[in-house]
């Protein structure tokens, strides 16, 4: 018999078969042996992945006859489709006598005769044998069973029935098996057009599964899913009876994993210098021993230092802090909590009592759409700058701002080398102005009380394309991300920005309680100051988090009062940031309402 190899994708099924054979019960889960001894030389040699011997030795079994035979038959037959052998099964098959088949051996031979159906491109009789009542299947088959009924849906066209499956395979699986599954989730996603994929998230409840992965593809099309924005109500941290705060756990150990070298050198250490300065400053709570880690630069160094942390005693473990580092590390098995402090872009969520915490600018770009809508503008031109950044966040506000009722009439990008953004305020002045031809000839444009300009780009660009939309004629309210504000006070550079509103983090315009005062840290470390300041208040925030990370992920309504805006967790694991708006006057950058204000639900 010729030898193969088993695949990673066949792992799965090859650990439900070495289930099956550890149980010896004639009603329940697997065969009842009537030889213990060869049965056993079986299973061993399964274990021990030599299935061409395996095969033989459960042949050897049935060949003996018996009441048994058919049983040790099938269990040949699955040994060969273990080995992706496939024209073994359906021959061993063949020979099976159903009838003398006991507890689960029918339900099994069905999921091998569905999966040659499906081979030999026979969906409707794959979905058939599938047909099986969710309380008839055993907990090792459950595996088996979802993953052949979302390829039999797959084979009939049903792309968003068999993502449904593969939703609820995901948590059946881990390691190789787990991100196979997800990336077959996706590819089936991606196969549908944004429309209906939009069109289905719609019915869908807010804590649905099967989000993340719509979300995902919809990236990959190149567009944004709007989002149910979280409405925090309840403060997390209210004195209780005996002077304990509601939501607080105290932490024992904490593991701050950041890279020390590399390009996000700088980043880190803004981010890592913004947690040491909450650490120090939490006189008040029972202040957890802090171990700090090097990420490096790949993801497998991320991951080499977080099981590091793990096997020092850390009893939760903040970042890692790039992208693809995150997402590598939660498709593995956690034993210990994580705060990851990036959004994966591969679509991962968290594991139960784990989060993922960013400055993401599609959040931003959400916001800044209810914003408007909030003004009463329904008519939006976009104008962001040429960068993957502003891109997301001019993808969300269209999302969310067309999701809510309202109409993107124009959008132009910028890039970094312009200076003159003629193009760009012509496609915006068209767009949002009402034209008049006057009795000479001329175009007159009058100013619209319904419609804004939605910009995402640095405070360079926004200093030059602000005076040239007014020259233009476009004076509408204009709304921006953070990005426009670099951080410092200078009313001389800033003075054109006068009017533009943007949101950004509440701790750049005053006090946050239990956070040290930024005027006065700023003289002593210079990453709190300037373009490093949110990064420094993203490390406060991080710190802040961790004794009320498992209240806020049990009470979605809870939220703590951060740094960097309102904290508050969605079912996903995600800590979504509800920001403060700020207004440009004087070249100075206030809060609108002479306070620190929430953005408009």
């Known amino acids: 018999?010729?030898?193969?190899?088993i695949s990673s994708k066949h792992a799965f099924l090859l650990s439900v078969l070495l289930a099956l054979a550890g149980c010896a019960t004639s009603g329940g889960v697997g065969p009842a042996p009537v030889d213990d001894v060869n049965s056993a030389r079986a299973t061993q040699l399964t274990r021990d992945g030599d299935l061409d011997a395996a095969t033989d030795a459960w042949l050897e079994l049935a060949g003996r006859g018996g009441d048994r035979a058919a049983g040790y038959r099938l269990r040949a037959a699955e040994t060969r489709r273990d080995a992706g052998d496939f024209a073994g099964v359906e021959r061993i098959t063949a020979d099976i006598k159903r009838r003398r088949l006991v507890g689960d051996e029918a339900l099994r031979l069905d999921l091998l005769e569905a999966e040659l159906a499906l081979r030999h491109g026979d969906a409707a009789r794959a979905s058939a044998l599938l047909t099986i009542p969710e309380t008839g299947v055993p907990a090792p088959l459950r595996a088996r069973v979802l993953e052949l009924r979302a390829r039999s849906e797959a084979a009939n066209g049903k792309r968003l029935a068999a993502a449904r499956l593969r939703t609820m395979l995901d948590g059946e699986l881990d390691g190789v098996d787990r991100e196979d599954n997800r990336e077959q989730l996706l590819d089936l996603l991606a196969g549908l057009d944004e429309s209906t994929l939009k069109a289905h998230a719609t019915t869908l409840r807010p804590d649905d599964p099967l989000l993340p992965a719509i979300e995902q593809a919809i990236r990959r099309h190149g567009g944004a899913l709007p989002r149910t924005l979280p409405i925090?109500?309840?403060?997390?941290?209210?004195?209780?009876?005996?002077?304990?705060?509601?939501?607080?756990?105290?932490?024992?150990?904490?593991?701050?994993?950041?890279?020390?070298?590399?390009?996000?050198?700088?980043?880190?250490?803004?981010?890592?210098?913004?947690?040491?300065?909450?650490?120090?400053?939490?006189?008040?709570?029972?202040?957890?021993?802090?171990?700090?880690?090097?990420?490096?630069?790949?993801p497998e160094d991320a991951i080499a230092a977080y099981r590091k942390a793990v096997a020092d005693g850390a009893g939760v473990v903040v970042g890692p802090l790039q992208r693809e580092a995150v997402g590598a590390l939660l498709r593995q098995s956690l034993p210990v909590r994580v705060l990851a402090l990036n959004h994966p872009d591969s679509g991962e969520t968290p594991p139960p009592g784990s989060a993922e915490f960013g400055l993401l600018p599609d959040a931003e770009g959400m916001q800044a759409a209810e914003r408007m809508l909030s003004l009463g503008l329904t008519r939006a031109a976009i104008i962001a700058a040429d960068t993957d950044w502003a891109e997301r966040a001019a993808l969300a506000f269209r999302a969310q701002f067309e999701s809510r009722g309202g109409t993107v009439t124009g959008e132009a990008r910028i890039r970094e080398s312009e200076v003159n953004y003629k193009s760009a305020v012509l496609q915006a002045?068209?767009?949002?102005?009402?034209?008049?031809?006057?009795?000479?000839?001329?175009?007159?444009?009058?100013?619209?009380?319904?419609?804004?300009?939605?910009?995402?780009?640095?405070?360079?660009?926004?200093?030059?394309?602000?005076?040239q939309l007014k020259l233009a004629g476009v004076n509408v309210p204009v709304l921006a991300t953070s990005h426009i504000h670099s951080g410092e006070t200078s009313p001389g550079l800033d003075r054109d920005l006068d009017g533009i509103e943007f949101c950004d983090a509440a701790w750049l315009f005053g006090t946050v309680p239990g956070r040290p005062d930024r005027n006065e840290i700023s003289h002593y470390l210079r990453s709190a100051g300037g373009v490093g300041a949110r990064l420094f208040a993203f490390g406060m925030d991080a710190y802040a988090l961790l004794p009320y990370l498992d209240w806020l992920l049990a009470n979605r309504d809870a939220y703590l009062d951060g740094a960097t805006g309102q904290l508050a967790a969605d079912s996903f694991g995600r800590i979504h940031r509800v920001l403060t708006w700020a207004r440009y006057s004087g070249g100075v950058a206030r809060p609108v309402y002479g306070a620190l204000s929430p953005a408009a639900p």
Do not use: K, W
Not at 1 to 5: E, G, L, N, S
Not at 265 to 292: C, K, T, W
Not at 442 to 466: E, K, N, Y
């Open 1 to 5: 018999m010729p030898a193969f190899a």
């Open 232 to 298: 925090p109500q309840r403060p997390v941290g209210t004195l209780l009876p005996g002077s304990e705060r509601e939501g607080y756990r105290a932490i024992a150990q904490v593991a701050l994993i950041l890279p020390f070298g590399g390009q996000v050198a700088g980043v880190a250490q803004s981010i890592r210098d913004g947690f040491l300065a909450a650490y120090y400053n939490d006189v008040d709570g029972h202040r957890p021993s802090l171990r700090l880690y090097d990420a490096g630069r790949t």
């Open 429 to 467: 002045a068209a767009a949002i102005t009402d034209a008049t031809q006057t009795i000479d000839g001329s175009v007159r444009r009058d100013t619209p009380t319904d419609a804004g300009v939605f910009i995402s780009m640095r405070p360079q660009q926004a200093r030059l394309l602000a005076p």
